[in-house]
Structure formats: structure tokens, C-alpha cells
Nanobody, 124 residues
Framework: QVQLVESGGGLVQAGGSLRLSCATS????????MGWFRQAPGKERDIVAA????????YFADSVKGRFTISRDNANNTVYLQMNSLKPEDTAVYYC?????????????????WGQGTQVTVSS
């Protein structure tokens, strides 16, 4: 069983930055690909970014390319989402997810464990 705890959400003005963290429990963190998803009110939960178990491969949704980066610290069982140049449309609950196996998954169904979510609100 893997437990995920997100932190770092909050209220920020447009153009600002936030860094989300996801601390995980469990063994062999590098055996899990990690993803960040977000869900705005009335919308589906969509993938934002993902990173392979080794950290060598990453994926970003088109809407965040060039603004967000994902990284992981396998020694400390933590994955990060650095969000820069934030826009009001980035407002959502952000979820961290873990996928068994080292390879990136692109959809919710491919992830096995989820955090409780952290709210990010970007004001205009």
C-alpha cells in the first residue's frame, strides 16, 4: 500500500508560482511512476504532468508545457510540481497519483494510488 500526501497548494495571483509536493510512503519509490492530475469544478480530472520511476522521462499536458516542471527525489520518496506563470484557468484541486511500474501513464485508470488533493486558486 502506498500513501500519498500533497502539500503546497494555496492562493496566488496570476503570473505567480507555487510548488506542490507529494510525500509518499511505501517501499521502493523508484518502482512507481508518478503523476499530477487536476480537477476544476464541473470538469473531469485530467493529467497535468507525469514522471517515470527513474525520473528520466516526463510528460506534460499541452496547457502547462513551458510553465510547469515535474521532478522527483527518490531518496526522499517525494515528487514535486513546480508551477510558474500561473493563470486563472489553472485553478483546480491538484492530485498526486502513483502507478505501479516505472513507466508513465497518461490516464486516471492507469494509476493505482491517489492523494487527497490540494487546492490551487489563481486570482486574476
Amino acid at each position: 500500500q502506498v500513501q500519498l500526501v500533497e502539500s503546497g497548494g494555496g492562493l496566488v495571483q496570476a503570473g505567480g508560482s507555487l510548488r506542490l509536493s507529494c510525500a509518499t510512503s511505501g517501499r521502493t519509490f523508484s518502482n512507481y511512476a508518478m503523476g499530477w492530475f487536476r480537477q476544476a469544478p464541473g470538469k473531469e480530472r485530467d493529467i497535468v504532468a507525469a514522471i517515470s520511476g527513474s525520473g528520466r522521462r516526463t510528460y506534460f499536458a499541452d496547457s502547462v508545457k513551458g510553465r510547469f516542471t515535474i521532478s522527483r527525489d527518490n531518496a526522499n520518496n517525494t515528487v514535486y510540481l513546480q508551477m510558474n506563470s500561473l493563470k486563472p484557468e489553472d485553478t483546480a484541486v491538484y492530485y498526486c497519483a502513483a502507478r505501479r511500474g516505472p513507466f508513465i501513464g497518461g490516464s486516471q485508470s492507469e494509476y493505482d494510488y491517489w492523494g487527497q488533493g490540494t487546492q490551487v486558486t489563481v486570482s486574476s
